[in-house]
């Protein structure tokens, strides 16, 4: 999807890019040159980013092999992350992502407000697999690191306008002086903006529009030559774009309401609370070189955010399943690395602590069914993490190097989570008049603590200095915790419809899950440079995956909607990653032109080999009929970019294909929403003046305009052994919560057009 070549050789900040084979990353918290590092990554600088317009994280994922990035449904700001079959797309609280996401190297605990934009950008990196021995958090998937720019040593000053389709505008300007020979001070603010793709024909509201105020600010002290830098970040970003609504699949079944024309139209009614995402924080980076072979590191950070959104799953005027929530998260985050750089040996010993809250607040609203009734939750999770990592490689010989490290994680889950029914109205926290109705369904509070050793260990072997050659071992663990969305009088118990307080803790808590990879790889450069190559291979074992959901239940008789979270069983990920990049030619049609090829390919086999449900009070293993959500088993890319002089500035032409096959979008296969295999078609044209004083670029996304799903929302009645729809006399699926039938889905963005221009003082 993304117009520019380098998936896994982008020219890469952190250090210099030296040359076609000289890249150099910071992936293991040093600088090494990218075919030196024994780790499956994926490096784009901001300029790879800025020729390409990408516009947020998001934009990536279809160059990067095995990894999905995609906006979740409702918003345009919480993230659904997915890398090698491991990830998380339930917002709620009680849920970790299986995929780290960092902001200059602070772990965002939570998905709301994580759809990152792209501006000020210095690069991203996608690690691929459990990481652990070298960053704060435990992430059993992989990570995301979005690094910001350093501040130059001198004044300077860019701006960056756009202009394009669907009224897009957007401005961004960076700023920066030095104060002094040791402080500097600068920052950014950006207007992002765009009209809708489609409209809301009930409220008039604008759909899958976008209006963003965002800013960073920053204050070095030191760096460059003194042997301390102390860094202090902060950010602020506003998001009041419309809710997003789906687009329905199937007639309204009783009202027959027909499907709408275009996918990006929606009926939903619901427009309260107004949409309203703001996220903000403050960092403080320090280094300080102790000596020539050892640094300390302290990253300490605070960062919170607030969304009020409402969601209608049905997409119809009627209140038949509509959610309005609120979702509060704060975080207190401190990490310090002792760093050592020797002749022989390198390594870093780490520590971290994360203090973090996450409350949840919705209504499910399904008037229709039974007087106004609503189903309230409350849910707040509280986590509390420490851990200690380490990583340590030794060179026996300048070919041969072993890496070993090891990280002890204890995590403690605390949950408060209240669901109490209301009659005749919404509940009182989002305006309603409802009247409570019976003793609350799940009145509970409680605790768990889960400990674990998760080692790592690589060994990598340089025939030349342009070959690397590795194998490595890295296991990864996400503790367990608390459904907030469960009903605690539904729980198993000894004497029926009365558990006990340990009953209904056992019922609402899932265990830690783990996840062991294996992997062996090359990378190398050959032809001087022209060539060069990335190549992976993985096998995972996945075990108690954590797999949350929510269907349709009775709650103490009346019909309502349910969390169901279980430790499935056992799932198996192998598969190969592919990345490259050639030089075809140079001096083509005019001295210092340059032709090349990026390309990117990843396959994956994931299946469950094992995936208990619960059916009937009988524990059912139907890991036949279930399939591992957002991860399709072939991903791919190819960019041909061209690049020639023009008077004393230059111009570079770049398009790039991108492919995804099927895509299923939860585990239980739905004909309905999954998305068959598709193609994206990009193209760009950028020209830059001497000395990148100013640029002017024109590009296009989806070009061919392909409708695509990302993601969905249904309650239908399936087989519960099978997860095949039952189909009522109409031949429309028969609805399993509410009478409209939910069965809704968000597409992807459409074409788009726009022009960039940036100059620079």
């Known amino acids: 999807m993304i117009a520019f070549a380098p998936p896994a050789f982008a020219q890469e900040a952190g250090a210099t890019d030296v040359g076609d084979n000289e890249i150099i990353v910071t992936a293991r918290r040093r600088d090494e040159r990218l075919i030196d590092v024994p780790v499956a990554i994926t490096a784009y600088s901001g300029e790879a980013l800025e020729k390409a317009g990408a516009i947020d994280i998001t934009d990536i994922g279809a160059t990067t092999p095995n990894t999905t990035l995609e906006v979740s449904r409702g918003s345009n700001s919480t993230l659904s ?88 505008a957007d401005l961004v300007v960076t700023a920066s002086a030095p104060i002094g020979d040791l402080v500097r001070v600068g920052g950014s603010i950006a207007r992002l903006s765009r009209g809708g793709f489609g409209d809301n024909l009930t409220t008039g509201l604008e759909n899958y529009n976008k209006d963003v105020w965002a800013g960073r600010g920053t204050v070095e002290l030191g760096g460059y030559d003194a042997p301390v830098l102390i860094r202090i970040t902060g950010d602020y970003s506003k998001d009041k774009s419309d809710p997003r609504g789906g687009h329905r699949l199937i007639p309204s079944l009783a009202t027959g309401a027909p499907v709408l024309d275009d996918v990006f139209d929606s009926r939903g009614g619901l427009n309260d609370p107004k949409q309203d995402i703001e996220a903000y924080g403050l960092a403080m980076n320090v280094t300080a070189e ?19 959104t409402p969601i209608d799953f049905d997409a119809l005027p009627a209140v038949d399943v509509d959610v309005p929530g609120f979702y509060f998260n704060e975080q207190i985050s401190q990490e310090f690395q002792l760093l050592y750089e020797g002749d022989r040996l390198k390594g870093l010993l780490g520590f971290y602590y994360l203090d973090a809250t996450a409350d949840t607040l919705f209504d499910v609203r399904i008037f229709n069914t039974f007087a106004g009734l609503t189903a309230f939750t409350e849910a707040d999770v509280d986590t509390t993490t420490f851990a200690v990592f380490g990583d340590a490689t030794f060179d026996f010989t300048d070919r041969l190097s072993l890496s070993v490290g090891g990280r002890y994680t204890w995590d403690k889950r605390e949950a408060s989570i209240l669901r109490q029914n209301y009659l005749g109205g919404g509940s009182p926290v989002f305006g309603g008049a409802g009247v409570p109705f019976g003793a609350p369904s799940t009145d509970f509070d409680g605790s768990r603590s889960f400990e674990k050793f998760t080692p790592r260990a690589s060994l990598s072997f340089k025939p030349t200095p342009d070959h690397t050659l590795y194998a490595s071992y890295s296991q990864g663990f996400k503790g367990g915790g608390f459904d907030p969305r469960g009903v605690g009088v539904n729980a198993p118990a000894a004497t029926p419809g009365m558990p006990t307080d340990d009953e209904v803790a056992a019922f609402l808590s899932f265990r830690p899950e783990q996840v062991d990879s294996y992997e062996i790889g090359y990378k190398g450069s050959l032809f001087d440079g022209a060539l060069n190559l990335a190549l992976a291979g993985f096998y995972a074992d996945y075990t108690d995956v954590q797999i949350p959901g929510s269907v349709a239940c009775t709650v103490q008789g009346l019909p309502s909607f349910c969390g169901v979270v279980s430790n499935a069983g056992k799932a198996t990920f192998k598969g190969l990653e592919f990345e490259g990049r050639a030089r075809l030619g140079e001096d083509v049609a005019t001295v210092g032109d340059r032709l090349t090829l990026s390309t990117a390919l990843g396959y994956i086999d994931a299946e469950y080999k094992e995936y208990v449900t619960n059916i009937g009070g009988v524990p059912t293993d139907v890991a036949d009929f279930r399939e591992v959500q957002n991860t399709p088993k072939w991903t791919a890319s190819g960019t041909l970019a061209y690049s020639t002089p023009v008077g004393d500035g230059d111009i570079n032409f770049a398009t790039t294909l991108s492919y995804r096959s099927k895509t299923y979008q939860f585990e239980i296969p739905n004909p309905y929403i999954d998305q068959k295999g598709f193609a994206l078609w990009d193209a760009s044209i950028v020209y830059t003046a001497p000395d990148d004083r100013w640029s002017l670029g024109v590009f296009g996304k989806n070009l061919l305009d392909k409708e695509y799903k ?30 409209e039938g939910t069965l809704t889905a968000f597409y992807g963005n459409p074409r788009q057009v726009f022009v960039t221009g940036t100059v620079k003082f």
């Not at 009680?94 to 960092?102: D, H, K, L, W």
């Open 81 to 168: 992350a997915f890398i090698r079959g491991v990830g998380q797309q339930d917002p709620v609280s009680g849920f970790e992502q299986g995929v780290g996401i960092y902001l200059d190297d602070v772990y965002l605990n939570r998905p709301q407000a994580a759809v990152l934009d792209i501006y000020d950008v210095e690069r991203i990196e996608i690690l691929r697999g459990p990481q652990g021995t070298l960053y704060g958090r435990n992430t059993i998937g992989g990570a995301v690191k979005y690094v910001t720019k350093p501040l130059p040593e001198e004044f300077s000053l860019k701006i960056k306008g756009t202009l394009g389709t669907y009224d897009q």
């Open 290 to 308: 102790l000596s020539d072979t050892v640094t300390l590191r302290s990253i300490s950070a605070w960062r919170k955010d607030r969304s009020a």
């Open 710 to 739: 990302t993601s969905g929302y249904t309650f239908i009645v399936v087989d519960p052994v099978t997860g095949v729809p039952a189909l009522g006399a109409n031949g429309l699926p028969v609805s399993a919560l509410g009478t």
